[in-house]
């Protein structure tokens, strides 16, 4: 606590550089990898390459990458845009499979009422599959900026200011707090982060509430059992028929 308490200055710069740096990928591994989950339910040939090549690019280790973009993109192996873009590639490679399970998950049936009463395909995509798809990519994204956070401290190694300095120069001057702080921080970080996207992910979704809430509500207010309530059989009706899941005959 004194250590702390007497770098607070260092600890808050730190703190803010490492909320700059992993802000950037966490939206653009989000927004890039919509159109990849959806490209990975065209069929199964786009889906294997979508998802391997997101499990490959996530094997490639942080030093080489960092090494290798210069020869892709115009900058210098020392330069800050270099951790971005590699936190944006891992990013993606995690979210791209969450995106395609997302969008997998939407009902066929559900998709097929929305394109009998008139919707478009872009009407179609933004106004019923990505809405449903929600509380799937939420938990995707949580999971990528979780790891995102842990990430940015790699950075370090290229002269980037982030918490990942208290872990370098806590291990060199053999200062215990120094890297004590570094974690503590980066886990309150992270759950900082979390909570946040989970605020927005009910402010965005509403009506995505708890299954079995939903249910007892449904139940509760029309005056029916719950299993009549979610869609099971009822007494004298034959059993209900789902219809095929959106894309099982493609895969």
Partial sequence: ??????????????????????????IASFVLSIPLGWLANRNAVLRAVVITGGSLLFTIPSLPLFVILPLVIP????????????????GVAVMARSAADALASVEGPTLDASTAIGFSPAARFFRVELPLAGPVLLAGIRVVSVSTIALVSVGVIIGSSNLGYLFQNGKQRGILAEVVVGILVSLLLALVFDLVLVGLGKLAMPWAAPTGTHRHRSAVGTGTTPVAASGGAVAGAGPVDAGPRRGDGAR
């Fill in 75 to 90: 900058t210098r192996v020392l330069d800050e845009t270099n951790l971005v873009v590699a936190l944006c590639i891992y």
């Fill in 1 to 26: 606590m004194r250590w702390a308490l007497s770098n607070l200055d260092l600890i808050g710069q730190l703190t803010l550089n490492h909320v700059r740096l992993a802000v950037i990928p966490i």
